[in-house]
């Protein structure tokens, strides 16, 4: 065994420093964190300065053991991890767990910013002690979050839904996102005009745009007006009354920080912030057959665009070698971050410049390469040349004529001088750079030269409203106003996705009327706490535990001694507002005529729409208040029978009831618009067919047609989530002998092959045979999988008494693992002969086939023939896969293709 012991977060951190360090050195991977705050419970101890509870992770007691077996004989363990909060709080981790069984071993902390050979052996040649600032900072956060999350998301259960929950930071994406949403609905469009006139001057025709009417801006907003302007204009004759030519510098914009990256991969390459990470830390940790021993890229969770020296000098010999002395400056481009961010630490660049683009695209798959090749041109025309440009303006008057008003009409055209940075882009392709003045073609004019009018174009348009947010610009208003730090962007951006209060519509976020329920109940109750200035005020505060300014326990002392008095607040507040105003919307619905709709029976409960809304009454005369759930019951009567109230706007005006009823009347609305989707309608009438439904024998299992009934309502209301589709066909599989057509849409609707009597009666033996296992080996992990046959085996079960159904693939699998424990199973030789699936058949494992074709698209390797995995059909694919990604389901199409390529 070494006496050296490093140890990183992940296995390709560990391969990667291996090459670097060494034989003398032994790398191994903790698998990210190896303790926690428990799952379940608050797992701080609020009264003992907010000490918390670690546990060790789950799967994480193997890691531990093995860790342990290698510290023992190690004089010196070099803790890792990466060079931020989290990778500190892993670091600290490690030691007081590892510490406390190897009682002789010297730790050392070591920290670098790129996977290089000069970066990591300087690391080991000035090893430090693990910063408990930097580890304070994120036991505080996570202490912090725990505690908002615990005590404010019972308060969800109770006013908006049972499950939700609220989290510090992502409340607040959550409110930018609403509160956007709103100004959207809000927003009333303005009609506008644009005038332009159409100028020949000796053959040569170009367009000018209106900018002045009497010396003042245009601003036209409405047809009759734009007309009898456009008439007027043509009565002018017009010259050319002023022509400037200024010189303009065009700088390039700093290296990329997380949130810039984020950004740019959303909007170039169509990536999801969380996408873009995982392929960054790929490049950080270093990509097999890239550059031999390195990472590709420079650490990428940093708010800092600083650059170092040596870096710097490499960027400089590039660029004048590349591109020549002109490309670069006469002092070295220094750019300023922003004022929490850390100047140790670098901006986000390439490790070697001198690997290029090029070549990153033959060495890294398509992902990687496309992102690599983001982050170096950003880097490489960061330390350019600013591009010189030349700002052509000319202006045009009416000369002479009987107008009743003067005109000023005027044309910019940019041309580039010199490229500078915009080389790295290859001019016409720097898209991110161009501009609408540079498409402009003005002839060469001068003072007084006379123009021909020959039309005049009206354009009518509207003011827009603002933009929804996209993941990548919802960063970016984070960034800007403070809110979170550069390792938690992408996670918040997920967050509000995954706990549906957000989703996607082409591209932008909006919120779902859940997610506008939450918002508004969480900011109308705690405002102070999911307000923007205070939760930048708290990520100030982390950075200052993590400099050494503020100690965290007493920034956590500050910040509890309000919250608790928040929650107080918000458990004791109601949303209902006073006795006259409850009354006077329970009278809108007081008629002989309204359509009660029938009673409704979901579940053990019946819900009678007439029969609650009489009992409203009843409560109020009887001097009760109405709950915040009864109150909003009652707006959803009101949303729901408003063809029979009288006025509906003059009762919203009326009790200022806009933000409350707006959610209700939004969700309402689409839920009548809303036209079931056909996959959703098909599987509901196979389902109408079935008869016989099965009876838990537990009352608080779930009832399978109450459960077919509740999807069923929502599906005609609105559109059905992947889980929820997924549980109809679930429960369509499990009755499946009762459905005649079930053959005939299996196909179609990925369902499983119709499974009879007897071999559903083989697994329920199967079932039986697991439950007798009672001695489980010991799970296993493979990268960072963890393997365990108990663990399997409970899911296969529970999925074959919830389906009443399995795959072939979950049916070998149910196999293989009784075949392993045939000592603790009765009987299992004579069980085994019995039963057919009890075989487990071992799939030929075959090598791909040569062709002798050059793979048409990478032009590099070999076409080959492969057999898919399930049903093992033929296809044909390129051999450097993953690398290059091309398939082709015949040789036929390969050979179309090369043809193609050649010709």
Not at 37 to 51: M, T
Not at 302 to 321: K, L
Request: net charge neutral; charged share 30%.
């Amino acid at each position: 065994m070494s006496k050296n012991l490093v140890i990183v977060e992940s296995p390709q951190k560990a391969k990667t420093i291996t090459k670097i360090l060494g034989k003398d050195y032994k790398v191994m991977a903790s698998m990210g964190h190896i303790r926690d705050l428990p799952e379940s419970g608050l797992g701080v101890d609020v009264e003992k300065n907010f000490a918390p509870k670690y546990k060790v992770s789950a799967g994480k007691k193997k890691v531990i053991d093995d860790l342990v077996k290698e510290t023992k004989d190690a004089e010196n363990i070099f803790l890792a991890p990466d060079p931020d909060r989290e990778g500190e709080a892993i670091a600290w981790h490690l030691y007081e767990v590892l510490r406390k069984k190897v009682k002789d071993a010297n730790f050392q902390r070591v920290t670098f910013h790129e996977i290089t050979k000069p970066a990591v052996q300087h690391s080991f040649d000035h090893p430090s002690e693990i910063d408990m600032n930097r580890v304070n900072a994120q036991q505080a956060r996570r202490v912090l979050d725990r505690l908002v999350g615990y005590q404010v998301s019972p308060l969800l259960w109770r006013k908006v839904k049972r499950g939700r929950s609220a989290g510090r930071v992502q409340t607040v994406a959550l409110r930018m996102i609403c509160e956007r949403e709103k100004e959207i609905m809000d927003f009333v469009p303005e009609e506008y005009w644009n005038l332009a006139g159409i100028f020949n001057f000796n053959n040569e025709i170009f367009s000018a745009k209106l900018a002045k009417i009497a010396g003042d801006n245009v601003k036209i907003s409405s047809q009759t007006v734009a007309e009898d302007t456009v008439e007027d204009i043509k009565q002018g004759a017009y010259a050319v009354s002023s022509v400037k030519t200024v010189p303009r510098k065009r700088n390039p914009k700093p290296p990329f920080v997380t949130s810039t990256l984020q950004q740019a991969a959303s909007s170039n390459l169509r990536m999801s912030p969380s996408q873009t990470m995982r392929i960054a830390q790929q490049l950080y940790e270093g990509a097999d057959g890239a550059v031999g021993e390195a990472g590709l890229i420079t650490y990428m969770r940093t708010d800092s665009v600083n650059v170092s020296e040596v870096a710097q000098n490499a960027a400089r010999d590039f660029i004048t070698s590349q591109y020549g002395a002109d490309y670069y400056p006469p002092k070295p481009n220094r750019y300023k971050s922003k004022g929490a961010a850390q100047e140790a630490h670098e901006a986000i660049r390439p490790t070697d410049v001198t690997f290029t683009p090029a070549m990153a695209k033959s060495k890294l798959d398509d992902q990687q390469a496309r992102l690599y090749t983001l982050i170096w041109n950003r880097f490489m025309a960061s330390q350019m040349a600013p591009a010189r440009l030349s700002q052509h303006t000319v202006e045009i008057e009416n000369s002479s004529g009987s107008t009743k008003q003067d005109y000023l009409f005027r044309v910019t055209s940019t041309k580039t001088v010199f490229p500078g940075y915009m080389r790295v882009y290859n001019l016409e392709d720097a898209a991110e750079d161009k501009t609408e003045e540079e498409e402009n073609k003005i002839p060469d004019l001068k003072e007084r030269d006379g123009l021909d009018l020959t039309d005049v174009t009206a354009d009518q348009k509207f003011t827009e409203p603002p933009y929804r947010f996209s993941e990548a610009t919802l960063i970016r208003e984070l960034d800007k106003f403070g809110v979170g730090r550069p390792s938690t962007y992408a996670t918040i951006v997920n967050t509000i996705q995954q706990r549906e209060y957000v989703s996607k519509d082409k591209g932008k976020l909006v919120p779902s009327n859940l997610g506008f329920s939450v918002y508004q109940y969480l900011v109308d109750n705690i405002p102070n706490l999911f307000e923007i200035n205070f939760t930048a005020q708290m990520e100030e505060k982390l950075d200052d535990v993590e400099d050494g300014k503020l100690d965290w326990e007493e920034m956590m002392t500050r910040f509890y001694e309000k919250f608790h008095l928040w929650v107080e607040e918000a458990q004791t507040k109601t949303n209902v507002p006073e006795e006259s105003i409850v009354r006077g919307v329970w009278e809108s619905l007081n008629k002989t005529d309204i359509p009660w709709s029938e009673p409704e029976k979901v579940g053990r409960k019946t819900y009678d729409d007439s029969k609650f809304y009489h009992s409203l009454l009843e409560q109020m005369d009887e001097g009760k208040p109405l709950s915040d759930n009864q109150w909003t019951a009652l707006l959803a009567l009101v949303v729901k029978y408003r063809e029979k109230v009288d006025n509906l706007d003059g009762l919203i005006e009326k009790y200022e009831l806009k933000d409350t009823i707006q959610p209700i009347l939004a969700k309402a609305q689409e839920e009548e618009n809303y036209e079931p989707d056909d996959t959703a309608v098909t599987l509901c009438a196979l389902m109408e067919q079935v008869q016989e439904w099965e009876v838990p024998a537990d009352k608080k299992a779930r009832n399978d047609k109450e459960f077919y009934e509740s999807i069923k309502r929502q599906a005609m209301k609105k559109p059905l989530t992947e889980r929820q589709i997924g549980a109809l066909k679930t429960i369509l599989q499990k009755y499946s002998d009762q459905i005649p057509q079930y053959k005939d849409v299996q196909e179609e609707y990925g369902l499983l092959p119709l499974m009879d009597s007897d071999a559903k009666s083989k697994l329920a033996e199967m079932v039986k045979m697991l439950g007798e296992i009672t001695k489980w080996a010991e799970p296993t992990k493979r990268g960072r999988r963890t393997y365990s046959d108990e663990s399997f085996a409970e899911s296969l079960s529970s999925q074959f008494q919830s389906k009443g159904i399995l795959s072939d693939k979950q049916t070998a699998a149910m196999a293989k693992i009784i075949n392993k424990y045939p000592d603790q199973i009765e009987n299992f030789e004579e069980r085994k002969a019995g039963n057919s699936l009890l075989t487990v058949v071992e799939a030929e494992k075959t090598k791909p086939v040569e062709t002798g074709i050059t793979c048409p698209e990478c032009n590099k390797s070999q076409i080959v023939e492969r057999k898919a995995r399930r049903g093992g059909s033929v296809f044909y694919g390129c051999s450097a896969y993953p690398k290059c990604k091309y398939t082709a389901k015949s040789l036929e199409e390969v050979k179309a293709k090369v043809a193609e390529a050649n010709s």
